[in-house]
């Protein structure tokens, strides 16, 4: 069960509890930091999922959660924040180290949605949005993680090529700094970001020419 923290809020009782744990050890930041970890720990343990989808596509996001698997049912009376789904086969709730942020992660381990949840009481929000094959590729390469390849949705030669979109991406930011340099002088931190999106461009490059050897072959 989600804690709807804040309707709960406007009982008198619970709230008296919020203003005595602000009081405590690490004052109000530290109470809605509790806050927002216990909504994790509810949100993943739960069988709900954010009504709100974000798609940034412009396409249908239910329709493409539906075409994976999942099922919804309708948004809760209570709490219309929230409503009952069911997940893919396979497919399981995953926490981060970040109290807004957990993950659903399909049968290969890979983090396939991206759900936020802010359960403090004075902005209660959440949402959920499918991760894209660039996100996921280029969170890999980042992270110093495998990519994980299949025969539908990370392609072998679906992944070259957002490699070599990354590649693209990361050309266009040292374009972009090396401009700002040449207008406004070539700093310490100029250099730096320059150095870094040139370092990244070279591993996406690298990881695309795998990947299309492997393909060719």
Request: with cysteine; charged share 30%; glycine share 6%.
């Amino acid at each position: 069960m989600i804690e709807n923290t804040s309707e709960n809020m406007k009982d008198p009782a619970n709230a008296l509890l919020m203003l005595a744990a602000s009081m405590g050890p690490g004052g109000s930041d530290q109470a809605i930091a509790e806050q927002e970890r216990a909504g994790q720990t509810q949100l993943v343990n739960s069988d709900r999922l954010p009504a709100q989808i974000e798609d940034h596509t412009g396409s249908d996001g239910q329709t493409a959660f539906e075409a994976l698997g999942f099922t919804f049912g309708k948004p809760d009376a209570r709490d219309p924040l929230f409503r009952p789904a069911t997940l893919p086969e396979g497919w399981k709730r995953e926490a981060s180290d970040h109290d807004m942020w957990s993950y659903l992660v399909d049968q290969l381990g890979r983090r396939r949605v991206a759900i936020f949840y802010k359960a403090a009481f004075y902005d209660r929000r959440a949402f959920m949005s499918l991760n894209t094959l660039f996100g996921y590729v280029t969170e890999c390469v980042r992270q110093g993680k495998d990519i994980v390849t299949d025969d539908e949705w990370a392609t072998r030669t679906a992944v070259a090529a957002e490699l070599r979109r990354a590649v693209e991406r990361e050309q266009e930011s040292v374009n972009s700094w090396m401009a700002i340099g040449e207008r406004g002088g070539m700093d310490d931190s100029i250099r730096k970001y320059v150095a870094e999106h040139c370092a990244y461009r070279d591993k996406f490059a690298a990881l695309a020419a795998r990947f299309e050897a492997v393909t060719e072959a």
